[in-house]
T-cell receptor, first 108, second 112 residues
Framework: GQQLNQSPQSMFIQEGEDVSMNCTSS?????WLWYKQDPGEGPVLLIA?????ELTSNGRLTAQFGITRKDSFLNISASIPSDVGIYFC????????FGKGTSLLVTP | EAQVTQNPRYLITVTGKKLTVTCSQN?????MSWYRQDPGLGLRQIYY???????DKGDVPEGYKVSRKEKRNFPLILESPSPNQTSLYFC???????????FGSGTRLTVV
């Protein structure tokens, strides 16, 4: 599969702070997806992006499909303790390729 | 409720003893896939299936087999498990190759 570089690897923030994470690739993708994985569970789809330049929001989450089609970012505004988990980006041309995840810890 | 169901959730087995992890989806999805998740390596695709009787290798297929005799089921078979197959396994499905996948809750396998 294609290599995706996701950063940061982990984040430790205080409740109320904004969070930003991103994913880059050397290959172009037709679709970018962002997933969240809670402990002991499978990943759950947060946002799907299908067009270069697309900016999509889901509540406090905002994600963008980079113009070059080689990158995407996810922002979380006003973080809360239940935002804790591992966030994965995934780029898709044919197969779905996952980043290695960003582990988010939020302290009250 | 639309879901992907994996069984068992936890399994401890011994080297060489054949095992099957079942996966079933109730969403009439055509595409199904198996991933393994290991610390520091993220999610890696083992096998996928585009439709009934159509399966293909992912990035890490060695030591695994799959079958797709019915649309809803996609079992993962380890004919002779080895300790390096100790991992967290996820089954996923979607309507097509493109788009968001629905994941099962995972199977934590330990091979001793």
């Amino acid at each position: 599969g294609q290599q995706l570089n996701q950063s940061p690897q982990s984040m430790f923030i205080q409740e109320g702070e904004d969070v930003s994470m991103n994913c880059t690739s050397s290959s172009i993708f037709n679709t970018w997806l962002w997933y969240k994985q809670d402990p002991g569970e499978g990943p759950v789809l947060l946002i799907a992006l299908y067009k270069a330049g697309e900016l999509t929001s889901n509540g406090r989450l905002t994600a963008q499909f980079g113009i070059t089609r080689k990158d995407s970012f996810l922002n979380i505004s006003a973080s809360i303790p239940s935002d804790v988990g591992i966030y994965f980006c995934a780029g898709q041309y044919n197969a779905l390729n996952f980043g290695k995840g960003t582990s988010l810890l939020v302290t009250p | 409720e639309a879901q992907v169901t994996q069984n068992p959730r936890y399994l401890i087995t011994v080297t060489g003893k054949k095992l099957t992890v079942t996966c079933s989806q109730n969403m009439n999805h055509e595409y199904m896939s198996w991933y393994r998740q290991d610390p520091g390596l993220g999610l890696r695709q083992i096998y996928y299936s585009m439709n009934v009787e159509v399966t293909d290798k992912g990035d890490v297929p060695e030591g695994y087999k799959v079958s797709r005799k019915e649309k809803r089921n996609f079992p993962l078979i380890l004919e002779s498990p080895s300790p390096n197959q100790t991992s967290l396994y996820f089954c996923a499905s979607s309507f097509g190759v493109v788009g968001g996948y629905t994941f099962g809750s995972g199977t934590r396998l330990t091979v001793v």
